[in-house]
């Protein structure tokens, strides 16, 4: 069987470092990615603006220009798309990973660590197979698997989990769910698109984490009544028409044409375990700081994999490096 050096699950900005990182060492690599190029950052609304400068979403030294202090997602999309191709980097997208198994050369399981390496079994257009690999780089993110709130009415079609464009909810009762930068931002935009917003957050307050020129607007706004704010609210139910809330001992039925329900994102804890990573009550993986190198020997984890619940500590300004650090590890090895 063939069996690669490296593969990298994950074409964000993690995996694109680690892939860099890779083809300079002249490693035998592949980059699998379940969607599109930075399928996270494709996923943000377009109209989406960094919190950060354009030097510190750079990877592999490619310079990112944008004529703005804090740059868009189609300026970042571009970037990302140009970084690949000055690099020439080896990525098949929409290919799925189903499971990591660790077995030796001859496919049973696993001997010494020389024999050893990993099985990697993957979906693309209906079709499965086997892929092979000494070393595995998990840089899978967490923007693709929101959290859940497991009410009843979770999944009817008026019910999302990401926001995209307001257009639609124009002259629309919309509830949101959340407290963060994205529950914020998207209640601005629904509002200014002409959409009644109501913002249900079962803390006191919004989040501390919010950009430092979305606060004071989305204060004002509750403030003035603009959007209507329930804090220290669960939402309860969702109906197909409204959705049910708690207060205290207190329930209330609001009207609702669309939901979003925006309380965070996480990593493929199943996929991480099925493959035998060890991870704490807060979901964060075993691994080396060091060297980001798992319980699991040759498995690393790079980026948001590596955040378990508290994603607000991983960001793509530090994650960006985590890659590049894998693979020197992983040469000095091979």
Request: aromatic share 10%; hydrophobic share 40%; glycine share 10%.
């Amino acid at each position: 069987m063939s069996v690669r050096d490296l593969i990298i699950v994950g074409a964000g900005p993690s995996g694109l470092s680690a892939a860099i990182a890779a083809k300079r060492r002249g490693l035998d690599y592949q980059v699998l990615e379940q969607g599109t190029l930075v399928n996270s950052i494709y996923r943000f609304p377009p109209q989406m603006i960094f919190f950060t400068t354009p030097e510190l979403l750079e990877v592999g030294g490619l310079p990112f220009v944008s004529p703005y202090e804090k740059p868009t997602r189609g300026e970042a999309l571009r970037y990302y798309r140009r970084v690949v191709d000055t690099y020439d980097l080896q990525i098949a997208f929409d290919e799925t990973v189903l499971s990591i198994q660790v077995e030796d050369d001859a496919g049973t399981s696993a001997g010494g660590d020389d024999s050893r390496v990993f099985a990697i079994e993957t979906e693309s257009g209906g079709g499965r197979r086997i892929r092979y690999a000494r070393m595995v780089v998990l840089a899978i993110g967490y923007f693709d698997r929101p959290n859940r709130l497991n009410v009843p009415g979770e999944d009817l079609p008026h019910v999302h989990h990401f926001y995209g464009e307001p257009h639609p909810y124009y002259r629309r009762r919309v509830v949101i769910v959340g407290g963060g930068n994205s529950a914020a931002e998207s209640a601005l935009d629904l509002f200014r698109a002409g959409a009644s917003v109501a913002l249900v957050h079962r803390r006191a307050e919004l989040k501390s984490t919010i950009k430092y020129w979305v606060r004071p607007d989305i204060e004002n706004r509750i403030k003035e009544g603009s959007i209507a704010a329930r804090f220290n609210t669960c939402l309860t139910e969702i109906r197909s028409t409204s959705v049910v809330l708690r207060t205290g001992t207190a329930v209330e039925e609001l009207a609702a044409d669309a939901v979003f329900l925006l309380v965070g994102y996480h990593a493929d804890w199943d996929l991480m375990a099925a493959a035998g990573v060890a991870m704490n009550e807060r979901r964060v993986p075993a691994y080396d700081p060091a060297t980001f190198e798992t319980n699991v020997p040759g498995l690393f984890v790079a980026g948001g994999a590596l955040a378990g619940m508290d994603t607000s500590n991983i960001f793509i300004e530090n994650g960006r490096f985590h890659g590049e650090k894998i693979v020197e590890v992983i040469a000095e090895r091979l």
